[in-house]
């Protein structure tokens, strides 16, 4: 598969985009989208795929705590969705950059049809220089909150799908850790994810979103199969990503097959 070598994918988890009380961090929207406009003026194509939707509206809605029932989380997600588009429009149109919503579902990827016509709106929004920016449509798509029937992992999986799907070269995760940690630090480059791999992220646990490092392997499996070179950082540096762009170590590699 022929792959963009400008086109990249990044994917922004919960934590990245919520505080430690879980209130909505407004510095990490404004960070994060200062990096990603200054990515996209020199010369990238940039995707964004961002979490938070029931977190972000769980703190719209002044709730003392995440919901527990299926339609409380469903209407956090609306509710949340709305907001963090919102702030993404502020704080891109800040850096005078356009972005436009894509709410997914699994049979969005997985149909032909519906496939081929996404494809055609991200090339489309890609040239005319706009930023898509894409969730799980968690408000009608209970699979994605239901735990262990995740589909996506908080989107970690999404993402990968997505940087398939528009050939993407690069899938950069902003997550809650620096990257996979192994005995002697963090581990800079990985070859191959093994069964050795998968336990080093079963130590690492995801502090609200849910999924940990272990959908963000499954991630890096899913695009390295493509040939995409996926990458695993802080969401909190998001100024990582320049290093990527230079050639420099940031996070943890895992190495697409070429």
């Given at each position: 598969m022929a792959l963009y070598q400008n086109r990249i994918v990044v994917k922004v988890g919960t934590s990245a985009l919520t505080g430690e009380l879980g209130n909505t961090d407004l510095r990490a929207f404004d960070r994060i989208s200062c990096v990603l406009s200054d990515i996209q003026s020199m010369g990238y194509q940039v995707i964004l795929v961002s979490s938070g939707a029931i977190a972000v509206g769980t703190n719209k809605l002044n709730m003392k705590a995440r919901p527990g029932s299926m339609r409380l989380k469903q209407a956090a997600a609306a509710v949340g969705q709305c907001q963090i588009i919102f702030l993404y429009d502020k704080f891109f149109g800040d850096y005078d950059k356009t972005i436009a919503q894509i709410l997914l579902s699994a049979e969005d990827i997985?149909?032909?049809?519906?496939?081929?016509?996404?494809?055609?709106?991200?090339?489309a929004l890609l040239e005319?220089?706009?930023?898509?920016?894409?969730?799980?449509?968690?408000?009608?798509?209970?699979?994605?909150?239901?735990?262990?029937?995740r589909v996506f992992g908080d989107n970690d999986r999404l993402s990968a799908e997505v940087a398939v799907l528009t050939k993407a070269s690069r899938l950069i995760i902003l997550g809650e850790s620096d990257g996979l940690t192994g005995p002697s630090g963090?581990?800079?480059?990985?070859?191959?994810?093994?069964?050795?791999?998968?336990?080093?992220?079963?130590?690492?646990?995801?502090?609200?979103?849910?999924?940990?490092?272990?959908?963000?392997?499954?991630?890096?499996?899913?695009?390295?199969?493509?040939?995409?070179?996926?990458?695993?950082?802080?969401?909190?540096?998001?100024?990582?990503?320049?290093?990527?762009?230079?050639?420099?170590?940031?996070?943890t590699e895992f190495t697409g097959k070429k």
């Amino acid at each position: 598969m022929a792959l963009y070598q400008n086109r990249i994918v990044v994917k922004v988890g919960t934590s990245a985009l919520t505080g430690e009380l879980g209130n909505t961090d407004l510095r990490a929207f404004d960070r994060i989208s200062c990096v990603l406009s200054d990515i996209q003026s020199m010369g990238y194509q940039v995707i964004l795929v961002s979490s938070g939707a029931i977190a972000v509206g769980t703190n719209k809605l002044n709730m003392k705590a995440r919901p527990g029932s299926m339609r409380l989380k469903q209407a956090a997600a609306a509710v949340g969705q709305c907001q963090i588009i919102f702030l993404y429009d502020k704080f891109f149109g800040d850096y005078d950059k356009t972005i436009a919503q894509i709410l997914l579902s699994a049979e969005d990827i997985r149909q032909e049809e519906k496939k081929w016509n996404l494809q055609n709106t991200f090339d489309a929004l890609l040239e005319m220089g706009i930023i898509p920016v894409v969730n799980e449509n968690d408000s009608v798509s209970y699979t994605e909150i239901e735990g262990e029937n995740r589909v996506f992992g908080d989107n970690d999986r999404l993402s990968a799908e997505v940087a398939v799907l528009t050939k993407a070269s690069r899938l950069i995760i902003l997550g809650e850790s620096d990257g996979l940690t192994g005995p002697s630090g963090i581990l800079t480059k990985v070859e191959a994810i093994t069964d050795e791999i998968y336990a080093l992220a079963e130590t690492q646990a995801g502090r609200k979103g849910g999924a940990g490092l272990k959908t963000k392997l499954q991630a890096a499996s899913i695009a390295g199969s493509h040939g995409i070179d996926t990458y695993i950082l802080s969401g909190k540096k998001p100024e990582a990503i320049y290093d990527i762009l230079e050639g420099k170590p940031a996070g943890t590699e895992f190495t697409g097959k070429k």
